[in-house]
Structures are given as C-alpha cells and as structure tokens.
C-alpha cells in the first residue's frame, strides 16, 4: 500500500509495509518504518486535505484521523498556512496494536505538546492536540487488564545492551516491556490532566487526575515491593521509576543508591536503550549521585557517547554499537548513524550542567543554574528562545571559575550558582567569579576502569604502547568482570613484580598523551 504527498504541486510517494520511504520531503516526517498490517489509523498533526483513489475528500485539522487499508491509494495535501506537517501512524482493527500506542512514542507525542507549549507559551499546541490525547488515552485504556496495560507489542527499552541473547530479547533490553508502558502512561495520564487544567478544562483535568491517581497506585501495587524495590533490577526500570514519580518519595533514597551501585557495577557504560538513555543521567543527579552521571557521561569505553566519539563518529548513532570496534558496521543491521535517540543527552547538559531552565510558559521567567562538571573546564551553551538568545557559559582556570550568563532585553530570570541563594535578574550580561578546584582531568584516571580502557580500540592500543604486557593474562578477565580500577591493578602488578607502583602516574600520563593525539 502507498500514500503521497503533494506539496504545493510537488508529489511525494511512501511506502507502508516495507522498511524505509521512496522520498521525504525537508519539511514532512514520515513513519520511517511500519510493518506490514492490515489497517491503519493515521491522526494528523497539522491540517491538511486527504483524497482517497475513489475521490473522497476529508479535511483534517490537527489530532483528527481518518482510517485507511492495505491496497488503498491516497494523496495528502499540506494547508499552505500550515506547512510543517507531519503524520502519526496508528494501527487498528480486531487483536492489532499501533505504532502510536508504542510505549516510547506515545510518551514523546503527550511531551511535545506540552513543551512546544512550555518553549512557546502558545496555547494552540495543547488546543489542537488535546483531542489526539484524549484519543490516544481511550486506545491505551481498550489495551488493559485490571487496569494496567497488558496487550499489544511493544518496543520496550529499544536496542538496549541488557539484554539476554539466549531468549532472543537482545533488541528490547531487559526491562518488562509492559512495566515501561504502565510508567509511560501515569505520565501520559499526568500531562492530559496539566494540560486540562490550562486550557480551563476544570471537568476533564479532574477526570484524569484521578485516572492518574489510580493509575499510579495500581502501578505501585504490581511493581514496587513493600520494602521500596522494584520487582524489576535494571537499570532502565529504576530510572524511570526515579524520573517519573513511580517510587513513593519516602522510597526515593533506596531507589536512588541502588540504582547508583548498579551503574558502577556496570562499569558506568550505557546499557540502556531509546527509554531509559534520556532519563538516566537525570535519575543520578536529581538525587545526589553527580559523580556517577559524570563517570557515565564522560565514559570513552563502550557502550557510551565517547566510544562513538572516539570512533570518528560526529553525530550519535542509532545503536551503541553502531561501529564494531574493527570499524566495521554493525552486522544486525539498521545503523543509523545520525539519530535522535542518544542524542537526547544534549538536553540533559543544557537543562542540568549549563542549567537553562524556562519558569514560565514561552520563557516568560527564566532559570539559569549552571553546574559544572569535572572533566568539562570549559562549557558554553546557547538557545534561541521565543524572547531572544539565552546564554550559559563558565571557563575554570587556575583555581577561579568565571560564570558569564546573558540573557534577552526584558526577561525575568533567576540565577542560581553552586551552593549559592539565587539573584533576582532582568535582560542582560551578567559575569561572577569564584574559587574553584580544578575540572581539568585526563580521560583516563587512576579511578578509570581496566574495562573501559579494553572497551575502546584507540585506548587498547595507547596503554598497550606504555605498559606492555601487563595488560594481558588471565587477572586482566577477573579485573574487567569485576570491573576493578586502574590503580587496582597497577597495585596488583607491582606486586607480582611485573611494574613498579611509582611508575604508574608517570606511565598513565604517557598513554593519555598517545590516546588524545
């Protein structure tokens, strides 16, 4: 079955039931892969004109849909006032389940809404799309058993590196794919209701505040233990239970230090997939555990944002190992090597470590909380609000951090340095210095895992160059599986005799020069 576009005069064909599209268009986000179902349910984000083959004509505004089968022809005709359409694929019909209803999509529709409406304090955002929400609630809701989501395929935590080959889960991780749904649709639930509330919906905001509520205990009952745990250990599931309120507060602590234990004892690489990757720098720093986020963050081992760095990579890829260690692709396939998914981590260090954060819809209050990170001496970042550029920026140097922060003519703002009570701010530039320790840190530490040097090919072959044979036998399979540091084994090295522990900075500082030329 195939559909197209014509925008103003110019047709654009797509394919549904096979991988990938004929042609997209600049403007258009098609559906980049859909299998191949029988009915489908398209709801429409923009407004525009459907023409079927047989001539009928439906005008479709924005969260309105319309239904097509397999084997039907249509064209979709932009409005001209409204150019940046693009189309959501939901599938229908008796025992189908929807690309829509996917537990990671269907979060990121209700978000956009909601922070297209936080970035640009238009109102039209929520107006147009709350009946699609609405929509998407009843589907989700039709799906249920004793009030939790039950049936229906589901991405799950999507290429996430957890998972166990031998049943065959590796591309969906190890996190229940039904447990991530359910937290996924509390929070659906939650920002219907905050969006209810906006457009001064008072009947419907307390209607899904209270399906939140129930919704949220429920969750609560079937997943949380008396004691605080989650019946789920991964790494994904206790990020998300941190990030979206599912844990009771009272057990937010425990959650929070087991889920810090787990990273370090996955040698803080990312093991995570499309859902738990975007929330998990935010579960450790929102409640305390900064130093693990930075670990993970900055990891060169693999899987992790530096590995691909260090790989030659300039833009994140789809799947963590996207490039084999070789250089080779990935042999699995479907290695996008620009895509959004990991790539969320941007937001994390504009939200948390340059710390821009609007307080008030379309940035009519601003929030500036810089936090800087070691091994980051130096940050700046930008953003083009609605109110004109926004800017965050510190440079450490010789025990003194500079915090220069600008902000538009006319804005309102807070702004919040480490350890420090707010000032009260308007438009304008405004500079502080401090007494700093020292951010600057070589890539590889004494505190660096054995693992994440064998993790990284350009690493591999550096430390090999400076220490030489003491990187190989059988301790070095015990110091990656526990994982254990590079002094350990510097240590443990000098002695079996094999070095001397006084030579190892001076040998550690060697193999960063080699591992960053």
């Not at 403007?27 to 079927?52: C, N, Q, Y």
Request: aromatic share 14%.
């Amino acid at each position: 079955m195939t559909f197209s576009v014509d925008e103003f005069g110019e047709e654009y064909k797509f394919s549904i039931g096979k991988v990938g599209y004929e042609h997209c268009p600049p403007s258009k986000r098609p559906v980049s892969w859909v299998p191949p179902f029988h009915a489908w349910h398209f709801v429409l984000f923009g407004r525009g004109t459907v023409i079927t083959a047989e001539g009928k004509m439906y005008k479709i505004n924005r969260g309105e849909s319309f239904l097509l089968y397999q084997g039907e022809y249509y064209n979709y005709y932009p409005d001209p006032q409204d150019p940046w359409t693009y189309i959501w694929v939901e599938l229908t019909g008796e025992n189908l389940e929807s690309m829509f209803r996917q537990c990671g999509f269907t979060k990121e529709n209700f978000h956009r809404a909601l922070s297209e409406f936080d970035i640009y304090g238009e109102l039209s955002f929520l107006s147009e799309n709350f009946p699609a929400m609405e929509k998407f609630i009843s589907a989700r809701e039709a799906t249920m058993e004793n009030g939790l989501v039950a049936r229906g395929h589901e991405y799950g935590d999507w290429l996430a590196m957890d998972g166990e080959a031998l049943i065959g889960n590796g591309v969906i991780g190890r996190t229940d794919v039904y447990f991530l749904t359910n937290v996924l649709h509390a929070h659906s639930l939650k920002l219907t209701a905050d969006a209810a509330a906006l457009l001064g919906k008072a009947e419907k905001e307390q209607l899904y505040r209270e399906k939140y509520a129930e919704h949220l205990a429920r969750v609560r009952d079937e997943y949380v233990t008396k004691g605080g745990r989650l019946v789920f250990d991964t790494i994904t599931a206790q990020a998300v239970a941190l990030y979206f309120g599912i844990i009771p507060e009272e057990r937010r602590a425990k959650l929070a230090a087991l889920l810090n234990e787990n990273v370090l004892r996955h040698g803080c690489r990312m093991v995570t997939g499309f859902i738990g990757s975007p929330f998990l720098l935010y579960a450790l720093t929102d409640n305390g555990y900064w130093e693990t986020a930075r670990r993970v963050l900055l990891n060169n081992g693999f899987p992790g944002w530096l590995y691909e760095v260090d790989m030659g990579a300039t833009t994140i890829w789809e799947r963590w190992n996207s490039l084999m260690p070789d250089g080779t692709p990935n042999p699995d396939g479907m290695n996008s090597y620009n895509h959004y998914a990991y790539g969320s981590v941007m937001e994390f260090i504009y939200r948390r470590i340059a710390g821009i954060e609007t307080r008030g819809a379309g940035f009519a209050k601003i929030r500036i909380a810089p936090h800087p990170m070691k091994g980051l001496p130096s940050l700046r970042a930008e953003y083009e609000s609605v109110r004109g550029k926004i800017a965050s920026s510190y440079t450490q140097k010789d025990g003194k951090i500079e915090y220069v922060i600008e902000l538009p003519e006319g804005a309102e703002a807070e702004i919040v340095l480490p350890d420090e009570k707010p000032v009260l701010v308007t438009g304008g530039k405004y500079t502080f210095k401090r007494d700093s320790e020292e951010l600057y840190c070589e890539p590889y530490t004494p505190e660096s895992t054995v693992l994440e040097v064998f993790e990284n090919p350009k690493a591999v072959k550096a430390f090999n160059e400076v220490f030489g044979g003491i990187f190989t036998g059988t301790e070095i399979a015990w110091m990656k599986g526990e994982p254990k540091t590079l002094q350990f084994m510097a240590e443990f090295r000098d002695m079996e005799k094999k070095m001397k522990l006084s030579d190892f900075p001076q040998m550690l500082k060697r193999a960063n020069e080699l591992f960053q030329k």
